[in-house]
């Protein structure tokens, strides 16, 4: 059974970071790729970073782009969020998810990813 299990929210002051984490267990992964996801309240949940756990290939949103930088740790199984520059914005339940490798890493929508955690709350203060 996958399971994956986010942890490292928090709250912070704006302009502040946060390391978020996402163990992950039950299969192998190397022909997967990981996404982190966000919703705030009464917004549909967002693509926020991925990355090819084969090769450590990224793509980011926008959003993020510059400030957040998604890695993994192969040993642990871990895949992690470091989010720096933090801004009001980005508050949200912060998702991590799982989907099979594809030729693009363009990979943007929530159908495409097939398991899920159960989040981790992300509060930035002004």
């Known amino acids: 059974q996958v399971q994956l299990v986010e942890s490292g929210g928090g709250l912070v002051q704006a302009g502040g970071s946060l390391r978020l984490s996402c163990a992950a267990s039950g299969r192998s992964f190397s022909r997967y790729v990981m996404g982190w996801f966000r919703q705030a309240p009464g917004k549909e949940r967002e693509f926020v970073a991925s990355?090819?756990?084969?090769?450590?290939?990224?793509y980011y949103a926008d959003s993020v782009k510059g400030r957040f930088t998604i890695s993994r740790d192969n040993a642990k199984n871990t895949v992690y969020l470091q989010m720096n520059s933090l801004e009001p914005e980005d508050t949200a339940v912060y998702y991590c998810?799982?989907?099979?490798?594809?030729?693009?890493?363009?990979?943007?929508?929530?159908?495409?990813?097939?398991?899920w955690g159960q989040g981790t709350q992300v509060i930035v203060s002004s």
């Open positions: 998810a799982s989907r099979p490798v594809s030729f693009s890493m363009v990979v943007v929508a929530t159908t495409s990813y097939k398991d």
């Open positions: 990355i090819r756990w084969s090769d450590g290939s990224t």
